[in-house]
């Protein structure tokens, strides 16, 4: 019995480690989609930048919180540049066309990891100091991965606080309310979208980086957490910050959970979940997100 007690309670800690990663990269989906009606197949692509990035750092001597902060400075420019380049172009056509643009870019980046990079596994070891082990009730477990899920949750919340309490999240909120009076009474629409992008493409990175000694580095890590995210994003209600939240930490319990007991059939119960919410309640969680 305390043998399966402490099974079921790694797995639940472990789901809440996965889900603090899963919530970074949801928040910033979530917000692109709010905001401009971009449904961002390139987002997993930035996570895996996150982790390249660096490894190519420390190599180059920089230490694992440098590094670390480097990371989501450069992923933030990268997506800056691309919504420039790509994205605003495409906003005034079909919403389908930049999902297809967003597609192919993902493939492009994963097609550039490969080449930089290779197609292997890196494996990334946790900073000094918090490289050891704690026990958890009567576990051992990685103490790293505590400190980086209260990071993760630390940022999140920031994150929520600026779009709640801040004139810029003011200015947010106004776009994803109404983007045209929001226009007319003088918010900078375009640059908002073009800002919100790059900095979702920061948190992506970000959370590829900060998961590295966690999960590993590879040219397809992106792809999973972009599933998930997504699962989050309708779960929680499209656009919806506050149902991203408590859809993040159901999505990667039940993973977590479902995978520990259940196998392959995990991923059968996760879509279940999310479909018997979304006949329930179609705008996610807290009714409060949008179905178009």
Known sequence: MAHELNFLLVNVVNGLVYGSFLLLTSLGLSLVFGLGRVVNFAHGAFYALGGYVLISAMRLGFGYWLALAVVPLLLT???????????????TRPEVDTLLATFGLSAMLVGGIEFLWGTGT??????LGFDGIVQLLSN???????????????IAACLLAIVQ????????RAVADDAEMAEAI???????????????????GF??????????V?????????????????????GSLKGSTIG???????????????????????????????VVRPTGIFATGRTA
Do not use: N
């Open 140 to 154: 051992d477990y990685p103490f790293y991965r505590f400190v980086a899920a209260g990071l993760s949750l630390s």
């Open 77 to 91: 420019g990268l997506g800056l540049s691309l919504e420039a380049g790509l994205i605003r172009r495409l906003r």
């Open 207 to 216: 959370a590829g980086a900060l998961g590295a000694p966690i999960f590993a």
């Open 218 to 238: 590879y040219p397809e890590m992106g792809l999973s957490i972009l599933i998930d995210s997504f699962l989050v994003v309708v779960l929680g209600g499209l």
């Open 248 to 278: 993040a930490l159901v999505v990667a319990v039940t993973k977590s959970i479902g995978g520990a007991y259940l196998a392959d059939w995990s991923t059968a119960l996760l879509f279940l979940i999310v479909a018997s919410v979304l």
């Open 122 to 127: 890196t494996i990334v070891k946790p900073p």
């Open 165 to 172: 309490w801040t004139p810029l999240g003011l200015r947010m």
């Open 186 to 204: 003088g918010v900078d629409r375009v640059g908002l979208l073009g800002q919100v992008f790059g900095y979702a493409a920061g948190l992506a």
